[in-house]
């Protein structure tokens, strides 16, 4: 089992930025994946973008991600970040991290995919 916690939320005025982090702890060694999901008010969990632990490949859920949100891992301390920058309204949503595990090559944003999920952390953008 692992166990995700992730930080780094909060409000900020559109155009503003923010960066997410997710520890992870536990039965680590074998995380092939890690991602970023969000559910924004009203609407059902989607993906953002995931990267594969071993070989640094990045998964965005939809192109117009790849300008404003950025993944990077720190594999020695177990952690992904989401750096977001040129936030909107629309980016208002609780942020989550997944973990898979045993997964092999395989990552992306599928979220059936993941068995472990974090608390969440909200993101309020304003306008």
């Known amino acids: 089992q692992v166990r995700l916690v992730e930080s780094g939320g909060g409000s900020v005025q559109a155009g503003g930025s923010l960066r997410l982090s997710c520890a992870a702890s536990g039965d680590v060694g074998n995380i092939n994946c890690m991602a970023w999901f969000r559910r924004a008010p009203g609407k059902e969990r989607g993906g953002v973008v995931g990267i594969h632990t071993v070989d640094g490949r990045i998964f965005y859920e939809e192109d117009s991600f790849k300008d404003r949100f950025t993944i990077s891992q720190d594999s020695a301390k177990k952690s992904v970040y989401l750096q977001l920058t040129s936030l909107k309204p629309e980016d208002t949503g609780v942020y989550y991290c997944?973990?898979?595990?045993?997964?092999?090559?395989?990552?992306?944003?599928?979220?059936?995919?993941?068995?472990?999920w974090g608390q969440g952390t909200q993101v309020v953008v304003s306008s």
């Open positions: 997944a973990a898979m595990q045993d997964g092999g090559s395989w990552c992306g944003t599928w979220d059936e995919g993941f068995d472990n």
